[in-house]
């Protein structure tokens, strides 16, 4: 329905869980019809960023302490996921969340929930099996029997069913072989040129995310570290040294890169003790 | 520590450390205090003793606080019961206040509108009691994260050992019977806990369930058996007694027939007041030794804790067993301060009571359970007394006509309100309080 | 502690009158079964109010069928309406807010709930037992020696009926397949543009529609209409957990082989073991077979 993409503008985002800062004054471009990565280690924040785009911090009783995050010129912040979803942001999920019990067509349906036009979602679903050939002779599998490859294609697919303007990946690549990864990153470089839809690519595997998109980022304990164009982080010796194992001049460990502006409560303070 | 090798004049202040005698003196102060108090000022007027009784509340507080360890406190220090100059004030106030509580309660004060003095003393029992109960299935629930509805089973089973130690065999020997009800409680809890092993959540809770239901019917066959259906009797010939080897004992005076029966609010208060504050503080440093933090463990993540090595199955069991044994033995208190136990005394809606309790006192909070049942037994009270003196609530004849209706609607809206906004109950408002109270006191500090 | 076991009966005809006695009572656990069944299935909610929205939906049908006389058809839909009206209120008002939450605190606020109703219920229709309701047909007839009422096959064919809509309900419309997935993974679900509030907010509807079924079909068998009706919520959890929480046409097989071993242990033991062998059974289920007969299997992530 929708073709080309819109663009997500990210201002200034600070997110917090309870006491704990999780992202702090986040500031993230992705352009219409662009191919962003977003890098950065464990608890660097990654999938709080998603979280916040898709305004599903509440079920993990998190929220945002200040600023703005825009899709097209339009704030999306504060708005309810499904909404969210409608405006044309879709993703896949960290760890593909498939919903287990469902058929790998109804997996698919569900893509769709946000859809008014339901006449066009017997399309999307044929558009969706073409791209996924191999999902073909699975549609009325349960699809937590799947192996990982396949749940990740029928994930992929699953947030195309929304005919996005936007897709958001959280960690494509967790769990998967190689050859497997290549080949949705290749697919979703494809997706970018033929339909023009924004993609945002959260991802550990930095290596691959730097082939296939044009700007970066580096998030790191909350902050963005580094951004730039993905060709001047491949070259930067730091994102070498962390990211893309070695070469560059040698740190000799990882605390002793300099942050800017790293965060204070990062070794000052005693991490909050647990309670229920 | 560096600290200590080298220091200086400001970190000489911030480590005090207290003389042995300076850490206990607030403490028995308290204790003692209460005693003289009790004994000297028997017509003094109500409102010296209420000002005496402040005072010294005040003053033993102060010098909990004054005399509390601070600065880098040892590994030892660290992990006392009481080590904050709060909690230690708290602590030496309570106990003064639990002392000095039986002797205002039982002078013949009148308070101004007819507040219901004498009734309350019962009430207070009763919260005593139940608030033992309370903790015991709030560890069990709260803490351990076994979910279980059983404890009313372990109430009942109090009862029946009561009813065959306590008045079949020896015919009023609450003594004998409260440690058979604990042994009772915990073998039979630890077999009641076995599913607890295989299932979790939804399931545990609808097996605990079902144990209930077979206890009720233990319950009853037992009554029928032997005491048919006006139930067991565990007042007059069977109230329990002291001892006569025990009878000097100072504040124990025996009757004519050279007896000493505890009857009357006075002196069951004295045995259950320590009872309940003893078991209580039991629970509490359970939680805080090795094999409590291991509750906490398996309650959050069982998995998880059996790869720590802590060993999952015992561990639940045990907090099955721990709970069970004291709820039981709350069963044998509460039967014996009642007097009589019938084949209604133990249904559905008394277990609901017990959730209620622990939920408005602060689900997870071992203490919660005190606040929680003092809520339960005071609302009914104050209500009461508001229907019939407060003018403006007096007129609304719809209040008038369904009392004890309204109460429970009262108890329902409360407890979906305390989950819906306040999930730690009163114990966390308690404890907001304590240390906003802390917070403005330092302020004030130079 | 002599226990009766002595009066067991080879006569066919007392054996089959319990046969179909028990089948009459699991007809109606099937009713209650399926109202925790929904509720369970969509939301991981363990609904211990569900005894006091049936004892709801029956003082309500009262309200409109006997004192209001109205049509019976038109009473009905008011009756369900009003229902559907109480559950949106149910979750707008409260549930909403416990999403989230841990296990128990949820249990306890539907005890909480719970409360309210009894409380509410008592206040405005009083202590009073009223007579229970006699629009549905009052006749009987006889098989082999045993008494058949109406009543009960009407019963027996509206759970059918309901566990029918909903099963095709859920398997074929979108809403159904929305309820599943929000079932199946909550976050997931909202980050696929499906909302969970208005799933949750149906599926507390579609409970308390239920209730008020139930209500209107209990309060037809039930000895008198007052406040102990709620009881029948917590004599049914076996038969709900026997058929697996998380299938409905579970809740119909749960409810009846629930029903014809309390009836079976009433006739042969005694009224005192209906309970005890209902949940004993119930207990063995759960150690054998945790889910149920036709329970879905969850995984845990550690």
Redesign the interface.
Known sequence: MNSGGLDLRIEDLTVVYGGVTALDSVNITVPSGGFVTVLGANGAGKTTLVRSITSLLYLHKGRVRRGSIELGGKSILGRKSPQIVEDGVAQVPEGRKLFPNLTVKENLLCGAASRKDISGIDESLEQNLELFPQLRPLLNQTAGLLSGGEQQMVAVGRALMSQPALLICDELSLGLAPKIVHRLFELLTEINETRGTSILVIEQNASLALQHAADAYVLELGKVLIEGTADDLRGNPMVQELYLGGGGEAHTSYAAIERPGSRPDAHGQKPPVSES | MTAVENPTPQQESNTYRPSPAQRFAPFVTAAVVPFILGATTGDMNFWWKALITVVVLAVVARLAWKWTPRGELTHREDMRLWRTPSDRSWAAATTFGLLVLPFILASDFTPPMDFPWATWFAVVNLVLIFAMGAAAFNLL?GYS?Q?SLAHVAFLALGSIVGGIVGVQWSGGNMWLALPAAAVAGAVVGAISGL?AL??K???L???T???H??M??VW???LQ?YFGFVGIRFKGENSPRIASWLHWLPGIDPDQNGEFVITGQFRWYWVLMPITVLSILFMVNVVRTREGRAFAAVR??D??ASLLGINVARSKLFAFALSSAIVSMSGVLASFYIGSRGEDSFN?QTV?NY??II?VGG??SIQGAIFGSAFFWFLPEWFKWAREELWFVRDIDFLSD?PS??D??I??????II??FK?DGLAGLWRDFKNWLGRSLARNKP | MLLAFGNFTADPSVNLQLLIGGLALGAIYAVVALGFVLVYKSTDVLNLAHGEFLMLGAYFALTFLISENLNFFLGVFVLLLVMLVFGLLVHYGIMRRMVGQGFFAIVLITLGIATIIRALLLIFYGPTERARLDLLPQGSFEIGGATVRHVDIIIFAVVAACVLLFFLFFKYTRLGLHMRAVADDIEAAAAMGIDPDKVYAMTWAAAMVMAGVGGLLFGHVTGAIDRSIEAIGLRAFPAAVVGGLTSLGGSIVGGLVVGVIEQFANGHLGTKWREPVAFSVMFVVLLVRPTGLWGRKDLERV
């Open positions: 629930v994260g979910i599913p295989r299932l959540h939804l399931y809770l609808l097996a369930f079902g144990f239901f077979v009720m019917l009853r066959e037992y058996e959050d993540r998995v998880s559905v609901l959730a209620i939920v689900f997870s369904y209706e309204i429970l609607a108890k329902g809206f409360l407890v979906v989950l819906m999930p």
